[in-house]
């Protein structure tokens, strides 16, 4: 299994203000994927992020909204940009095989206020 | 395109009693199937899965599943609750086809009183 840290574990951001959110797994991992927890729901993949290509974003979600960026094996970050109350949610990075039978493993997630 | 249905909000149960959180899916083609577990302030974290073969999987903690293709179910199960397991549980699947995103299910809180 992998060991995923993610950092910060919670903020509390001005609404137009971004936030930068890192993900740093123990092993080199082909792919990295962040996904959105909004209060009360489940889990929506944001985008999928390989090292050495751009991310590929779900539907709903746009680069300019939530560039994300994969420099190594190891790394990724989420930017949530020029943030709103409605972007209050828990954001989780997650690593898998990205094929069939191998389960994904979790970082804690952080904890995003927008006040 | 695959989904999964928790039927279930929150189950409740008395400590030491069975539990069975429920899990529904549908794909094209054959299903792998997941259950994780999220503590509060906490990510997720992996309890089984199923591939193949045996239909009933045992897990971590006592947990253990079974899988019913002709139902297209994948409820969890667990013989005597503990009031630790109190916690938010989240049921996915991913289709066998490819590469294809895993899909999570709504969640379903359980909660064990001692």
């Known amino acids: 299994s992998a060991v995923i840290s993610q950092k910060p574990s919670r903020d509390i951001c001005q609404r137009g203000t971004s936030l930068t959110i890192q993900c740093q797994v123990d092993s080199q991992v082909t792919m990295m994927f962040w996904y959105r927890q909004q209060p009360g729901q489940s889990l929506t993949l944001i985008a999928t992020?390989?090292?050495?290509?751009?991310?590929?974003?779900e539907s709903g979600f746009v680069i300019d909204k939530f560039p994300i960026s994969r420099p190594n094996l190891t790394f990724s970050t989420l930017t949530v940009s020029n943030m709103s109350p409605e972007d209050s949610s828990i954001y989780l990075c997650?690593?898998?095989?990205?094929?069939?039978?191998?389960?994904?493993?979790f970082g804690q997630g952080t904890r995003l206020t927008v006040v | 395109a695959q989904s999964v249905a928790q039927p279930e909000d929150q189950v409740n149960v008395a400590e030491g009693n069975p539990l069975t959180v429920k899990c529904t899916y549908s794909?094209?083609?054959?299903?792998?199937l997941f259950w994780y577990v999220q503590y509060p302030n906490r990510g997720l974290q992996f309890l089984l899965k199923y591939i193949t073969g045996d239909n009933l999987v045992k897990g971590s903690y006592g947990f253990e599943a079974e899988f019913n293709k002709s139902q297209t179910s994948f409820h969890l199960k667990k013989p005597s609750a503990l009031v630790s397991d109190s916690a938010l549980y989240f049921c996915?699947?991913?289709?066998?086809?490819?590469?294809?995103?895993?899909?999570f299910g709504t969640g379903t809180r359980l909660l064990v009183s001692p």
């Open positions: 997650s690593v898998e095989g990205g094929e069939g039978a191998t389960e994904a493993f």
């Open positions: 992020a390989n090292q050495g290509s751009e991310a590929t974003y």
């Open positions: 996915a699947v991913r289709d066998e086809a490819g590469f294809q995103k895993l899909v």
């Open positions: 794909v094209s083609g054959n299903p792998y």
